[in-house]
């Protein structure tokens, strides 16, 4: 299966290339060629960093042509700021609009509790039904680097409480977003890509 | 819940894993890819790859050290030793490294932080400090002395003062090692770590006198550490970050179990 994977040059594509490879798929990765997103089978939006870094999506024209794979039905996985990017918006960049697939903001988390950013093996209480986290046991253990989160609300997929709970997992019909390094968390990160990589992409049209 | 991460580190030497004490009467200990690959399919949560080649021709080797060691490894995966420029970082980040450990570089630079921040993230840059208590300073261990040069040279700075501004720079985590502790396997210096780790909102890995599986205990509870390194205690068989992590679960730290 093909892969179209953005760059928006905030950070490092390595990792999650490396590991789409080693779980046999095709990778295309795409800072500004639109046709690769509208020729797309499955997209993938890596992202650390800062969320205001999500502007050049807007300045290169690939949110247009991702708003319009993802209206095809194409299946959407966005991973860390790649999920934040989801909402409206985030606080961190008040300025700059997420897609807003989700309608909520994302928050940074509260001080003076615990640690700022959440860093580490963390677990998920996954909802029931879920297709990502199909064979993800309540417990599971993943990998996080954040200081900002969604809200939980009816399309969060999967729980982490960290000072509060949050939406570790995003999921509404083709749209899939995870808070966490999937490509960084040994067995349970990777059960949860080839889960996205064997997504039926009809059935997955809304 | 976040769990405490266990660390496992490999010195690397000219392409090989070596161990010895203090980076002397190094023995080889086999191949970084085959070595980090069963630290993680034994329970690590994290591999550091710290290269103690010093040699300009050491810089390829080391890449492609990197390079086959990241290939199959799906745990956070850290290198250090030698990084002196950005130009350094992008290339073991583009070679599989999701982090950098930076030491005597950020000290004689400390800009270099947030330039290797800004292109990568702050979550891809560690901030090793080496640190002995100074007893002759007002605070031994607030003010202990931060060295540089595998801890021959004292770099004018205090463990916590650095450590805050390497955070206000854009660290996104400090590996502290205590060079009173290293190598000796008694324990880690849990007043110094507490100290570092009280001072930054920045997780804080501990390193140095790892020993025995109430060390890690110890240095998470007293010492506020939000990881720690072990390095000879697993080179040595005596334990596996497995093995490790159902002790402390029995001790009532929390770890990421099964793994």
């Keep these: 299966m093909r892969v179209t994977v953005i760059d928006y040059k905030a950070g490092n594509l390595t990792s999650v290339l490396k590991t789409l490879h080693y779980l046999g798929a095709e990778t295309q990765v795409t800072d500004g060629d639109l046709s690769l997103v509208s020729s797309a089978e499955r997209i993938v939006l890596p992202g650390v960093g800062h969320f205001a870094a999500t502007q050049r999506l807007d300045a290169t024209g690939l949110t247009g042509a991702i708003r319009a794979a993802i209206a095809r039905g194409v299946p959407f996985l966005g991973i860390c700021v790649g999920m934040q990017w989801l909402y409206a918006g985030s606080t961190e960049a008040p300025s700059q609009p997420g897609l807003g697939v989700f309608a909520e903001l994302c928050t940074r988390f509260p001080e003076g509790y615990e640690k700022v950013p959440h860093v580490g093996w963390n677990s998920l209480e996954p909802m029931p039904g879920s297709r990502l986290l199909a064979g993800v046991e309540s417990g599971a253990y993943v990998y996080f680097t954040h200081s900002f989160k969604g809200p939980v609300t009816q399309d969060t997929a999967a729980v982490t409480t960290y000072i509060e709970p949050f939406a570790a997992v995003v999921e509404r019909s083709n749209v899939f977003g995870v808070q966490f390094h999937p490509e960084k968390s040994a067995e349970t990160g990777l059960k949860i890509l080839r889960n996205f990589l064997s997504l039926d992409v009809e059935g997955a049209t809304c | ?259």
């Design chain 2, 1 to 259: 819940m976040l769990t405490k991460r266990i660390i496992a580190c490999l010195d690397v030497h000219a392409g090989r894993v070596v161990k010895g004490v203090q980076f002397i009467d190094l023995v080889d200990a086999g191949d970084p890819a085959t070595q980090a690959a069963r630290h993680a399919l034994e329970g690590a949560d994290e591999i550091v790859l710290l290269d103690i080649t010093a040699t300009h021709e050491g810089r390829e080797t080391l890449l492609d050290t990197v390079r086959r060691t990241a290939k199959e490894l799906f745990v956070p995966f850290c290198v250090g030793g030698g990084i002196k420029s950005a130009r350094d970082a992008e290339q073991v980040f583009t070679a599989g490294a999701d982090k950098v450990s930076i030491n005597s570089a950020a000290l004689a630079n400390p800009s270099l932080i947030s330039t290797i921040g800004a292109s990568f993230g702050a979550q891809a840059v560690v901030v090793a400090i080496d640190a002995r208590r100074d007893p002759a300073a007002a605070d031994p261990i607030r003010d202990a002395q931060v060295f540089v040069h595998g801890g021959r040279k004292f770099a004018g700075r205090r463990v916590v003062e650095w450590a805050r501004e390497a955070e206000q720079r854009g660290a996104g985590e400090i590996l502290l090692t205590s060079m009173d502790s290293d190598g000796t396997r008694a324990g880690f210096d849990c007043e110094l770590t507490a100290a570092v780790s009280e001072s930054v909102s920045i997780p804080v890995i501990a390193s140095g006198g790892a020993g025995t599986v109430a060390h890690f205990a110890q240095v998470f509870a007293r010492g506020k550490a939000d990881a720690a390194l072990a390095a000879s205690i697993f080179h040595f068989g005596i334990s596996t970050s497995r093995s490790l992590k159902q002790e402390l679960e029995k001790s009532g730290v929390p770890v990421r179990l099964p793994c």
